[in-house]
């Protein structure tokens, strides 16, 4: 028995084909599970590690598969016909290999792992005794696609196989290598036609988008399939059969892979016998291009209104999208950018969301990293999220794991990366995406959200590194009290509005008594401990909402709102008091604002600093007198 609970876990490790998902493992093994009411779940970690020019950000993509413990599932899935970085591919594998759970790999063979897809060789056999029984072939190019991918390689080796039976050499019949995109197919029909090599009999094509590609760009230089020569292609995909013209290939459903997987899981589970290689009746499917009859396979008036109902619903999606991206940009905080990010899944088709985040995002300190590989777990936090249109809340992420298996059976649950550039700041959780079937284009969703996290981040860090140099700027570096660019910035501003409010504030101005003196018996170093003591007791005996300016040498000002004769003559007899058991004589001069007299702040200041001198004149006439 496998995992430790009732509940079964699967893992779904996967990379996403350029900006798409693929949905359609997903459907299939839902669908499998609910149609025999199994107590499973599953949890699939995606990524688009393979879209992206920059390295780093790939990186950050890919910690996503760093998330799982994966000895705690109960089986793991493996698509990872898409990881095209060699040492992340080796890095999964090497864990999957060490995790102590049955692995099943999705058209992708892999040794200690069970296969579970289509069979490539048979099909592209078929495919080839076909052309060369029935339409009289003597001329093959495979048109193939990246030569590393598994279902590309296993489709070559049918196609050796089939020249060798024939008694035909590479030499005349070549492989051609490039990607399953439709500009491969482009690229290879107009290499043909420039080097002026005399066209195959057919191009046996490693995909429909291939075969496409080839039969669009022919028709561009006066060719035409299949009276010129003939084309095939492979996956069923629509183009195929809605082409003009209609191309030859091969059906392979992929949600039957997905069921396939459950039904292999189940019997390994059950300790029944489970054969390493486990494939999905696939059927060879003939038409136009390779000079058959159209197949009679298609409804288009029904393939129209499919078209027309997904492309209105894709303009929906994206101007929802557009809209998020505008409210993000509008945002002052996280918490409210995580509100609407929130609001706008409630919109799509899926049943719940969840972002987890470390919460250092939220701090946004100048000089905040995030980790490269895995997470910060004890930094981790539940920004928001909601599920079945209710906004959910949660303690921990530990709360949030735990709510997932007591609710998961039966459900499909999607891990995403949060990341900037190669630093792993989180991850989304979404429930049920089923939205993702219709329109697989979740990179676009994906990449805006992170984007605006990333932009409102830096602009954070930029704002708190600007506050920083401008507390420097307006601060005296000795003292650390505030400077007369700060006199002149906070405190004059600051006197006009209370002013206006008609509230009364104090102007305290003080001098240090002797200070050249004390400076040329003890020493500047002295003399600088002297000054930053007199701010720090006039900073602490401070009223409320008030300022400590250090105006000259030792001359120094406090300012504060609500002032009467009592609290302004307390807070000089304290100072002078706390100072002098210190030994530090200073003189103090007051003067309260009266809203409304006309009088300016200086005005005041001057009357402050001449009450100031007329106690420093009299303590040295006391003093004088003494002697």
Known sequence: VYGGGQL?????????????????????????????????????????GNWS???????????????????????????????????????????????????????????????????????????????????????????????????????????????????????????????????????????????????????????????????????????????????????????????????????????????????????????????????IPVTC???????????????????????????????????????????????????????????????????????VVDRKLFAADEDTDFPVEGYDEKNLVVADGFENHKRMAFASVGELNRHLEETGSQNAYLFTPIHFREQSVGYLVMKNGRFLYDNPYYYDIHCTIVRMLENRFKQLQLERALGELQELYNHDPLTGAYNRIAYNEWIRPAFLDYSRQGIICALV??????????????GHEYGDKVLQRIVAVLKEQCPEGGYVCRYGGDEFITFFPHATPANTNEYVQKVQKLLGKERIEVSMGTKLTQPGDGESLDDYLALADGRMYQQKQQRKEQSHDAQ
């Open 509 to 522: 101005f003080l001098d240090a008594d002797n200070f050249k003196r004390l400076n040329d018996t003890f």
């Open 53 to 279: 020019k920059d390295a780093l950000h790939n990186t950050g993509e890919y910690n996503i598969y760093n998330l799982p413990d994966l000895s705690a599932f109960d089986g793991i899935i493996l698509d990872g016909s898409n990881i095209v970085d060699v040492r992340q591919k080796e890095k999964i594998v090497e864990r999957l290999q060490n995790c102590g759970v049955p692995v099943l790999s999705l058209d992708w063979y892999i040794s200690g792992f069970y296969y579970v897809g289509a069979d490539n060789r048979r099909p592209i056999r078929k495919l080839m005794t076909h052309l060369y029984e029935v339409h009289g072939c003597r001329r093959f190019v495979f048109a193939g696609g990246p030569e590393d991918a598994f279902g590309n390689f296993e489709r070559v080796a049918a196609y050796c196989e089939c020249l060798k039976k024939y008694g035909m050499t590479l030499d005349d019949n070549p492989i051609l290598c490039g990607d399953y995109d439709y500009e491969t197919g482009v690229n290879y029909m107009r290499e043909y036609v420039h080097s002026g090599s005399k066209l195959p009999d057919v191009f046996v094509c490693a995909n429909d988008n291939i075969a496409a590609g080839i039969c669009a760009e022919a028709e561009q230089w006066g060719y035409r399939v299949p009276d010129d020569f003939l084309v095939t292609g492979f996956d069923n995909l629509d183009k195929a059969a809605y082409f003009r013209p209609q191309i030859t290939t091969v059906f392979q459903d992929r949600e039957e892979i997905g069921k396939l997987c459950v039904d292999v899981l189940l019997r390994i589970w059950e300790g029944k016998p489970v054969e390493e290689r486990n494939y």
């Open 285 to 355: 499917i003939y038409g136009e291009s390779c000079g058959c009859p159209n197949n009679g396979m298609v409804n288009y008036r029904e393939y129209l209104r499919e078209k027309i109902v997904a492309t209105v619903k894709k303009d929906e999606d994206d101007s929802l999208l557009v809209e998020l991206e505008a409210q993000m940009a509008r945002c002052n905080g996280f918490r409210e950018i995580f509100e609407y990010i929130v609001d706008y899944f409630q919109k799509l088709r899926c049943d719940g969301v969840y972002f």
């Open 8 to 48: 079964k876990k699967i893992a779904l490790i996967s990379d996403g084909w350029r900006r798409m998902i693929t949905y359609a493992w997903v459907d299939g093994i839902i669908r499998r599970i609910r149609e025999l009411d199994e107590d499973i779940a599953l949890y699939q970690y995606n990524c688009y």
